[in-house]
Nanobody
């Protein structure tokens, strides 16, 4: 089993920045894809970003392109999400997840999930 724990969430002003971190433990598999999703109250869970095992290929949702950046450190078993120029619509619970697939088709292709960390963007 793999355990994922997110941290770094909180309250931030519009235009501000936050850096989320996800720590993996247990039977970690370095070659698995890592991803970030977010879910606002009453909304569906949506894809934010993903990164392949080497860290050299990333994917970003159109809503966060140019503002968010995903990265990973396999030596530390962590994946981060740097969030800049935050907007109120970025408010959500952010989840990290890992998938056995090189190119996951959606949330159902992710095998393990963290508990989430709250990000609130408000003045």
């Amino acid at each position: 089993q793999v355990q994922l724990v997110e941290s770094g969430g909180g309250l931030v002003q519009p235009g501000g920045s936050l850096r989320l971190s996800c720590a993996a433990s247990g039977r970690t598999i370095t070659t698995w894809t890592m991803g970030w999703f977010r879910q606002a109250p009453g909304k569906e869970r949506k894809f934010v970003a993903a990164i392949n095992w080497s860290g050299r290929t990333t994917y970003n949702a159109d809503s966060v392109k140019g503002r968010f950046a995903i990265s990973r450190d396999n030596a530390k078993n962590t994946v981060d999400l740097q969030m800049n120029s935050l907007k109120p619509e970025d408010t959500a619970v952010y989840y990290c997840a890992t998938s056995r697939y090189v190119i996951p088709n959606g949330p159902n292709d992710y095998d393990y999930w963290g508990q989430g960390t709250q990000v609130t963007v408000s003045s």
